[in-house]
């Protein structure tokens, strides 16, 4: 008798634990096991686009599902960002970021969304930041576009993919630690920002966006701001060689999800996209953006957030300069 109720008493519960753990980890194995939405908050055909697609088609191969990569630009990301909060957190709707969503925007704007709401799962590339002038601007090098500037105060535009970009902060940076004036005209993307300077609309950007056209003799190549040269552009000295050390921004591009995200899915994608980022062809394709190819770890990208946040805030600080809402 007692055998017996010992048996009918834990029977269910085994049963109950045998059945739950496969299920627990199929869940783990099939995942994404379903249509991936992939929102990008900056207008087609940017760099954040283009590695959107990119990792898209990885994953495409990797589970075949379904990628939907959908541009959502707008009030400073805000826009891409109610977006993925509306939807599950289940994992599978992703977002393309820039360190400015964690470590500008903040300072910046009055947003309607914390960084704390969203949780880096990759980091896909980082980016050097160069400064390009239309070649109507009569100077070779850093100093003489400084000594060009101070000459022609207010006269030189310098166009960037929007406020609170880092394209935008070095400007600004420049204007402050040169002792010249230059007028800012924000794009919505770096796209447009581009367009305008090649068009001579702006004499001035910011951003690796303009290596191919320095390239082909369209804009000229001033500086690489930090200490380290490009090898896409050899011939470009940096701000440290050209007498203006400590002025190099870091520029990164990433994946977020929503940090109601179970930490297993957040884990599981970390794994999946750093195996897409490792692969040859995917490697020679972020390099021919003008990108550094990147793999880390979520304790890397928590690291990276966490310093970003300290120097880009004091930078705002020390600028003294505001985006009030974000447009």
Known sequence: MTRTRRRLVFAPFAAAAVSLAPRTYAQADDFPSRQVNYIVPFAAGGLS???ARLVAEGIRRQHGQNVIVEARPGAAGTVAIEA???????????LA???????????????????????????TGDAYMAMFVHPSVPAADLKEFVAHARANPGRLNFGTA???????????????????????VPYKGSPAALQACLANETQVFFGPEG?????????????????????????????????????????????????????????????????????????EKILAQGLEP???SLADLAER??????????LIRELGITGGEPR
Not at 84 to 89: E, H
Not at 162 to 184: D, F, I, N, P, W
């Open 49 to 51: 686009d283009i590695l």
């Open 97 to 123: 970021v820039n360190n400015g969503h964690f470590a500008v925007s903040p300072f910046f704007y009055k947003l309607s969304w914390d960084p704390s709401e969203i949780t880096p799962i990759a980091l």
């Open 84 to 94: 993925l909060k509306r939807a599950p957190a289940d994992g599978h709707t992703l």
């Open 162 to 184: 929007g406020l609170g970009t880092v394209g935008h902060l070095s400007g600004e940076y420049l204007q402050k630690r040169a002792g010249v004036t230059m007028t800012h």
């Open 211 to 283: 290596a191919e056209s320095a390239i082909a003799g369209k804009l000229r190549a001033l500086a690489i701001l930090g200490p380290k040269r490009w090898a896409k552009l050899p011939a470009a000295a940096t701000t440290d060689e050209q007498g203006m050390p400590n002025w190099g921004p870091r520029s990164w591009h990433g994946i977020v999800v929503s940090s109601k995200t179970p930490g297993e899915l957040v884990a599981k994608w970390n794994r999946t996209i750093n195996r897409i980022l490792a692969e040859p062809a995917v490697i």
């Open 294 to 296: 990147a793999q880390a």
């Open 305 to 314: 957030v966490r310093v970003d946040r300290a120097n880009f805030g004091q």
